[in-house]
């Protein structure tokens, strides 16, 4: 009979211990800012019953051809520093939300990131030996500060496939530095091309796949329109037994939300707040419930909550706007 009852309460823990690693990141792109944060910037984060914030500061290259990344400078924003870093990770601990620290690269005039793309041999030395510096050093941050996800960096595929012994050298050493989770975010149509998912905890992915023609894409047609999608990225999961994690996610406020859900073309700015709604809630009803399905960090949340978004915005943010209502829903139920 006590063996009986020690089995029982083995698999009683065990049964817990499962629940716990299949609890859902429901998780915010906390935008970095000019300022310092405290608990009234952190207050509207906990208030839709999110669990993480991905921080992101930033290095910068000049042009997709320059090889030089350049960070914690004295001009740049202070949340986007790794001061900053550490100070909102400090802000965000005191109210129990959990970290993904998520370096990111910002090509001056905003070109694509996963163009930078080196002339010569020279210049890829000099990229690698520049964004090691940079991305170790968040690594050590991360270390620092306990985040419990580090982004080994954002949407680089040409840096990736033109050097991908540089990447799996760089998660080595990245390693030696950092004990917790690692993931990358791969672009939406990059993330089967990535080489070294074996590599690291998650599958990271930047969500932003086509999935309506419409112009108030209904949840219906967004569904459907997942369902493609949604098989590769599962098979992907199969295939190298790590679960999926949506690093960014999110519609903006405007027509034919999920035709392209990639642009922030500031030319598209008829607002439609229907069109966000659908097309997020169609994401949550596809992704939310499967057990392969880690979870992800919506794009975007400022740190001005009560001048944040609202109904005349047609940027993805879903701050004070129905979309709001709909995420905080959706990590009630699945925290």
């Known amino acids: 009979m006590k063996n009986f009852k020690l089995l029982f309460f083995v698999l009683i823990l065990t049964v817990q211990s499962c629940k716990t690693q299949t609890q859902k990141i429901n998780g915010v792109s906390f935008v970095g800012s000019r300022e310092i944060i405290n608990k009234k910037h952190v207050d509207p984060v906990v208030t839709i019953s999110a669990n993480y914030a991905a921080v992101m500061p930033f290095g910068y290259i000049k042009n997709l051809k320059h090889p030089e990344v350049i960070y914690s400078t004295q001009w740049q924003w202070f949340g986007e520093s790794r001061k900053g870093a550490k100070q909102y990770i400090d802000a965000l601990r005191k109210a129990q939300i959990k970290i993904m620290l998520k370096p990111q690269i910002w090509v001056w005039q905003g070109e694509f990131t996963g163009l930078i793309e080196m002339h010569n041999e020279a210049d890829w030395k000099t990229l690698e030996t520049s964004y090691s510096k940079f991305i170790l050093d968040y690594a050590a941050l991360a270390r620092e500060t306990n985040a419990e996800i580090f982004c080994i960096g954002t949407e680089l595929e040409k ?177």
Request: charged share 25%; glycine share 6%; proline share 5%.
């Open 159 to 335: 840096f990736i496939e033109n050097r991908p012994v540089y990447w799996n050298h760089l998660i080595m050493e990245i390693k030696k530095i950092y004990k917790g989770k690692l993931t990358y975010a791969a672009n939406w149509d990059e993330f089967k091309r990535a080489p070294f998912w074996d590599a690291l905890d998650y599958i990271g992915i930047d969500a932003y796949f086509p999935v309506s023609e419409s112009k108030t894409p209904t949840t219906a047609e967004c569904l459907k329109g997942w369902e493609a999608h949604k098989a590769t990225i599962k098979s992907l999961s199969d295939t190298y037994k790590k679960p999926v994690l949506f690093t960014e996610y999110g519609y903006r406020s405007v027509d034919y939300s999920g035709k392209e859900p990639w642009k922030s073309d500031r030319s598209m700015n008829k607002v439609n707040l229907e069109a966000q709604t659908n097309t997020t809630k169609a994401l949550f009803e596809t992704f939310w419930d499967e057990d392969w399905f880690a979870g992800g960090f919506v794009w975007k949340w400022f740190h001005n909550y009560e001048s944040s978004g609202g109904k005349n915005d047609s940027r993805f943010t879903p701050q004070n706007k129905p979309a709001q209502a709909l995420i905080k829903s959706y990590y009630e139920s699945n925290k």
